[in-house]
């Protein structure tokens, strides 16, 4: 049996978790999680609930190394909904997300 050696091509792994089908990929992912996020939203004047969007880049994640998908509140109270008011909406959807 012969001897089989494996020499990963770290530049096209980047080109392919930076690359626009992983950006597709993953904004789809998170667009899943929007309707659930606005589902579980407290909603006194419903500009929370009105202010979820997906921000997809290249080069994100903690490293730099790979695309990322965001789903983001731009609301000023979002902070504050998320963790002195604990509702924790994002990282409910987010678990959710974990899920699929």
């Given amino acids: 049996m012969g001897k089989i050696t494996y020499r990963p091509d770290f530049a ?3 080109k392919l978790m930076n690359g626009p089908e992983m950006q597709q990929l993953l904004r ?3 667009e899943k999680g929007v309707p659930f996020a606005e589902s579980i939203s407290p909603e006194r004047t419903g ?3 009105a202010s979820f969007s997906v921000e997809v880049r290249s080069h994100g994640g903690v490293h730099g190394d790979r695309a990322e998908a965001k789903i983001v509140n731009s609301s000023p109270h979002a902070a504050r909904v998320e963790w002195q008011d604990g509702y924790h909406v994002l ?6 997300l974990g899920s699929l």
Avoid: H, S
Wanted: glycine content about 14%; aromatic content about 6%.
């Fill in 12 to 14: 096209g792994l980047n």
């Fill in 47 to 49: 500009e929370y609930k």
């Fill in 91 to 96: 990282n409910r959807t987010a678990q959710q």
């Fill in 28 to 30: 789809g992912i998170a």
